[in-house]
């Protein structure tokens, strides 16, 4: 296949640059206003400073600032004080901890936590947590994520809300199990059973029961409505009652177990990719020429002709159930790390198809239209794992902890996550696709995914960045010394900054001032001055760049 990569000459060129040590010696309230300026990026400050931990301390600062730009200011400042990052109270962590979430407890995982954003979904910005070990994976996140606020948001439907749980009855002979499922099924009888459900939960409400027989088999498979939770203890408590009620009808049912895997809760299967679990959603994007060639580095004829042979015929060959995807799973997992969701249950949260299509708007030629289609994502913001402080405060950082309060209706926070898994995995799936057609995979993942041996060269990368950039193996960008390539590989490089010239049109946070295209939305916080001006000394207002749209 023809990489249709931009040649290296033809990107935009790489800002001028602080060196290093003038950055360092600056004062964390100097830096702070070049990272709220636009002078110093945020992703460079470990290289930057020399220091990680004031690197972290001064990126949690901004982070706060851009949350608070998304919603809620003070609610922004107490989500990143709750993300531990230099001490942690392990005993209020084992309490917590005892009783709900594990035991014969030995201690604690430290993983850690990176930010993508801020990413526009449904005209709202988010700074979204993704806890991970995949050296390159927040990064490459963090540019689809550009690529979508840039091109104005992505838009997302919910297209369905419901848990499942499928208990499995063993009948005495064909025809009771055929009896069963016709009463089961019959709209009188399931008024029955869903008042015996509901009695469990303020929140738990039957909508559907479906019963599949294999033999003398009955498989019932309940579908509800959980709130804000993803629901499955809930579910399950609801179905043992309501159960009661069935076996009331049907003495000689025997209930094997209260799961019989038609739900099916953690294992691959067809019946949720067709008929969805949990949330399903659809995130769509439709990227400019402009921002495909100079943000994702590549073009759209190469996107949709390696969609096509990987994602789908790929996947095809390879006999997918659901995994129409490059790696949807990879940012799945991590949101649910973070957010303290059950990771088991990536296995179906994760199954997406991944379209990149031609626009056939005249307008937008060279452009794409980019969805993602997940229609099993299971997500809650109470319950389980979600009220740990450190995944609380994440869940924070969205503004989505906890139920949902009024005006807003049971199970919109619990939506309202789904939506962003499926942008968030949009943004990797824009961003990865991008890489592979430019042949940036390996390379990436050798400058941030693998530490080099004290002295020696990376392994399956010969040379500096720049040597490699040079003989046009890798794209400039990436072998820029303001990036992770050519530090791991010893590049010698100085820290930069963009002037005014080298932004590039279209650049959304942190750009030179008095750049800002004039029809895109403002973010709410340009209604927060009074938390920005104890914040930063940026001035507040069109002329600082963190407040401006894109
Ligand atoms: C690494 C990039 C993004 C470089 O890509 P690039 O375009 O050269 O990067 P850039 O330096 O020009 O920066 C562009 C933007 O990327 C982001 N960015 C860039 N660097 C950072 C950073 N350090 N920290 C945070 N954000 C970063 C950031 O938004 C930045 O904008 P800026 O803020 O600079 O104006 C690119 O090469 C890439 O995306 N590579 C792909 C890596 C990837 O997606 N890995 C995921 C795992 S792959 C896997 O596990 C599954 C697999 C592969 O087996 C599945 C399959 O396909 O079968
Ligand atoms: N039991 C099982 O088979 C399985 C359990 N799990 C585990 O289940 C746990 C999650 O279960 P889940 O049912 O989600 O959570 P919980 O068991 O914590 O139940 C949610 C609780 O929150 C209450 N609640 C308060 N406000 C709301 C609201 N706005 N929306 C919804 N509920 C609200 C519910 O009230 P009310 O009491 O009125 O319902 C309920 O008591 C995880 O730890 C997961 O790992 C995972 C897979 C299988």
């Given at each position: 296949m023809a990489q249709p990569a931009l040649a290296s000459e033809e990107r935009k060129p790489a800002p001028a640059a602080h060196t290093d040590a003038s950055v360092a010696a600056m004062t964390d309230d100097a830096i702070f206003d070049a990272l709220v300026s636009g002078k110093i990026k945020s992703h460079n400050l470990e290289k930057a400073l020399g220091d990680r931990s004031r690197a972290v301390t001064l990126r949690r600062r901004l982070v706060e600032l851009q949350a608070a730009m998304a919603g809620s200011a003070e609610l922004a400042g107490s989500a990143i004080k709750g993300?531990?990052?230099?001490?942690?109270?392990s005993a209020a962590f084992y309490d917590a901890v005892d009783g709900s979430n594990c035991e014969n407890v030995i201690g604690y995982l430290p993983l850690p936590v990176g930010v993508v954003g801020p990413m526009r979904v449904d005209g709202k910005d988010y700074m979204v947590p993704l806890a991970t070990t995949e050296g390159a994976l927040v990064a490459s996140t963090n540019r689809g994520a550009r690529a979508i606020s840039m091109a104005g948001g992505a838009r997302t439907v919910l297209t369905g809300d419901g848990m499942t749980r499928a208990p499995l009855l063993r009948m005495p002979s064909l025809e009771a199990a055929a009896e069963l499922k016709a009463w089961v099924e019959n709209p009188e009888n399931f008024k029955l059973v869903a008042e015996a459900f509901s009695s469990t939960s303020r929140f738990g409400r039957l909508q559907s029961l479906v019963v599949s027989t294999a033999g003398r088999n009955a498989y019932l498979r309940f579908k509800c409505s959980t709130g804000d939770a993803m629901g499955m203890n809930m579910i399950t408590k609801g179905v043992n009652a309501a159960l009661a009620a069935v076996v009331e009808r049907f003495p000689t049912a025997r209930i094997l177990s209260l799961s019989g895997n038609v739900c099916t809760d953690k294992k691959p299967s067809a019946i949720n990719w067709v008929d969805g679990r949990g949330k399903s959603v659809t995130a769509e994007v439709v990227l400019s020429r402009d921002i495909v060639e100079n943000t994702l580095k590549t073009t759209a004829d190469a996107l949709v002709e390696l969609n096509t042979g990987k994602n789908l015929i790929g996947s095809a060959v390879a006999g997918s159930i659901g995994g129409f995807n490059a790696h949807a799973a990879n940012i799945v997992s991590a949101v649910f790390l973070a957010t303290g969701q059950d990771v088991a249950q990536n296995v179906e949260s994760s199954m997406c198809l991944t379209l990149l299509e031609h626009d056939d708007d005249p307008a937008n030629e060279g452009g794409i239209i980019a969805s993602v289609t997940m229609p099993s994502i299971e997500v809650g913001t109470v319950g389980g794992g979600t009220s740990l402080s450190s995944q609380a405060a994440c869940l924070d950082l969205l503004g989505l902890r906890g139920a949902a309060a009024e005006p807003l209706t049971p199970g919109s926070n619990a939506s309202q996550l789904a939506r962003i898994v499926a942008a968030s995995v949009l943004a990797g799936e824009l961003s990865l696709m991008a890489a592979h057609t430019t042949g940036d995979l390996l390379r990436a993942h050798m400058a941030l995914n693998r530490k080099p041996a004290a002295g020696s060269a990376q392994p399956g990368v010969t040379g500096g960045g720049a040597a490699a950039a040079a003989a046009g193996r890798i794209p400039a960008r990436v072998a820029s010394p303001t990036h992770g390539l050519a530090a791991v590989q010893g590049g010698a490089g100085s820290f930069r900054h963009p002037t005014a010239a080298a932004v590039p049109p279209g650049r959304r946070y942190f750009a030179a001032a008095n750049h800002r295209a004039a029809d895109k939305p403002v973010s709410p916080a340009r209604e927060a001055p009074a938390f920005l001006s104890r914040h930063t000394t940026t001035p507040v207002g069109d002329a600082c760049p963190i407040l401006r749209g894109v």
């Amino acid at each position: 296949m023809a990489q249709p990569a931009l040649a290296s000459e033809e990107r935009k060129p790489a800002p001028a640059a602080h060196t290093d040590a003038s950055v360092a010696a600056m004062t964390d309230d100097a830096i702070f206003d070049a990272l709220v300026s636009g002078k110093i990026k945020s992703h460079n400050l470990e290289k930057a400073l020399g220091d990680r931990s004031r690197a972290v301390t001064l990126r949690r600062r901004l982070v706060e600032l851009q949350a608070a730009m998304a919603g809620s200011a003070e609610l922004a400042g107490s989500a990143i004080k709750g993300l531990p990052h230099s001490d942690f109270n392990s005993a209020a962590f084992y309490d917590a901890v005892d009783g709900s979430n594990c035991e014969n407890v030995i201690g604690y995982l430290p993983l850690p936590v990176g930010v993508v954003g801020p990413m526009r979904v449904d005209g709202k910005d988010y700074m979204v947590p993704l806890a991970t070990t995949e050296g390159a994976l927040v990064a490459s996140t963090n540019r689809g994520a550009r690529a979508i606020s840039m091109a104005g948001g992505a838009r997302t439907v919910l297209t369905g809300d419901g848990m499942t749980r499928a208990p499995l009855l063993r009948m005495p002979s064909l025809e009771a199990a055929a009896e069963l499922k016709a009463w089961v099924e019959n709209p009188e009888n399931f008024k029955l059973v869903a008042e015996a459900f509901s009695s469990t939960s303020r929140f738990g409400r039957l909508q559907s029961l479906v019963v599949s027989t294999a033999g003398r088999n009955a498989y019932l498979r309940f579908k509800c409505s959980t709130g804000d939770a993803m629901g499955m203890n809930m579910i399950t408590k609801g179905v043992n009652a309501a159960l009661a009620a069935v076996v009331e009808r049907f003495p000689t049912a025997r209930i094997l177990s209260l799961s019989g895997n038609v739900c099916t809760d953690k294992k691959p299967s067809a019946i949720n990719w067709v008929d969805g679990r949990g949330k399903s959603v659809t995130a769509e994007v439709v990227l400019s020429r402009d921002i495909v060639e100079n943000t994702l580095k590549t073009t759209a004829d190469a996107l949709v002709e390696l969609n096509t042979g990987k994602n789908l015929i790929g996947s095809a060959v390879a006999g997918s159930i659901g995994g129409f995807n490059a790696h949807a799973a990879n940012i799945v997992s991590a949101v649910f790390l973070a957010t303290g969701q059950d990771v088991a249950q990536n296995v179906e949260s994760s199954m997406c198809l991944t379209l990149l299509e031609h626009d056939d708007d005249p307008a937008n030629e060279g452009g794409i239209i980019a969805s993602v289609t997940m229609p099993s994502i299971e997500v809650g913001t109470v319950g389980g794992g979600t009220s740990l402080s450190s995944q609380a405060a994440c869940l924070d950082l969205l503004g989505l902890r906890g139920a949902a309060a009024e005006p807003l209706t049971p199970g919109s926070n619990a939506s309202q996550l789904a939506r962003i898994v499926a942008a968030s995995v949009l943004a990797g799936e824009l961003s990865l696709m991008a890489a592979h057609t430019t042949g940036d995979l390996l390379r990436a993942h050798m400058a941030l995914n693998r530490k080099p041996a004290a002295g020696s060269a990376q392994p399956g990368v010969t040379g500096g960045g720049a040597a490699a950039a040079a003989a046009g193996r890798i794209p400039a960008r990436v072998a820029s010394p303001t990036h992770g390539l050519a530090a791991v590989q010893g590049g010698a490089g100085s820290f930069r900054h963009p002037t005014a010239a080298a932004v590039p049109p279209g650049r959304r946070y942190f750009a030179a001032a008095n750049h800002r295209a004039a029809d895109k939305p403002v973010s709410p916080a340009r209604e927060a001055p009074a938390f920005l001006s104890r914040h930063t000394t940026t001035p507040v207002g069109d002329a600082c760049p963190i407040l401006r749209g894109v």
